[in-house]
């Protein structure tokens, strides 16, 4: 398996509170990637990094942010979380980023009550 | 909105049948991918096929390509329970470097 952990795996927080969760690497990959999962959606791209301190949004990146200060993490952040972020989180890593597969996390479980 | 719709949303066949399940996509491919999940776990990458190739084998899993028509079909021949799972077809648009994702096909296989 590739060396990817996603922490905390399962997490409930209040509206309004900020949460960050950590994807962590050790396969030395250029792209890192946070995804949220949810029913009738698939999985929809929230931001993506192309190299330390390199990233851009996805198709879902309102209320979220992300650092990546290093290669080997790739934090998400959700400013003031809402009830409509409740939802599973998932980490990908790519060498290249278009041309060779993705490796994924186990996911995070984030409920926000 | 998303790149690839995937058809149909749920299967359900008897166990050594064929499966077969589709996707349709929008703009201009680098490749598409398909991915499985079991439930309540990570996505786990099938295969890659590159938009100058239109048919792709891995063991029991045969992929189709047909860019003139943006779609492409995955096949699992002589399915297992152990298939039972839900599969994603990802596009690289030409010049992207990330995967856009289908909703998925819930595939059930029945012993």
């Not at chain 1, 192309?50 to 996805?58: I, N, P, S």
């Not at chain 1, 990908?92 to 984030?110: H, K, M, N, V, Y």
């Not at chain 2, 063991?59 to 298939?83: E, F």
Request: net charge positive; glycine share 8%; proline share 3%.
């Amino acid at each position: 398996d590739a060396g990817i952990t996603q922490s905390p795996r399962h997490k409930v927080t209040e509206t309004g509170t900020p949460v960050t969760l950590r994807c962590h690497q050790t396969e030395n990959h250029r792209y890192m990637y946070w995804y949220r999962q949810d029913p009738g959606h698939g999985l929809r791209l929230i931001h993506y990094s192309y190299g330390v301190k390199d990233t851009d949004k996805g198709e879902v990146s309102d209320g979220y942010s992300v650092s990546r200060s290093k290669t080997e993490d790739f934090l998400l952040t959700l400013e003031s979380a809402t009830s409509s972020q409740t939802s599973v989180y998932f980490c990908a890593i790519s060498p290249t980023g278009q041309d060779t597969e993705a490796f994924f996390g186990q996911g995070t479980r984030l409920t926000v009550v | 909105s998303q790149q690839g719709e995937e058809d149909p949303q749920a299967l359900s066949i008897q166990e050594g049948e064929n499966a077969t399940m589709n996707c349709s996509y929008k703009t201009s491919i680098n490749n598409l991918q398909w991915y499985r999940q079991n439930s309540g776990r990570g996505l786990v990458h099938l295969i890659l096929i590159r938009s100058n190739e239109r048919e792709k084998h891995s063991g029991r899993l045969r992929v189709t390509l047909d860019t003139s028509k943006k779609s492409s079909s995955l096949l699992i021949t002589a399915s297992r329970a152990a298939d039972t799972a839900s599969y994603f077809c990802a596009t690289v648009g030409k010049g992207a470097q990330k995967l856009v994702f289908g909703q998925g096909t819930r595939l059930t296989i029945n012993p």
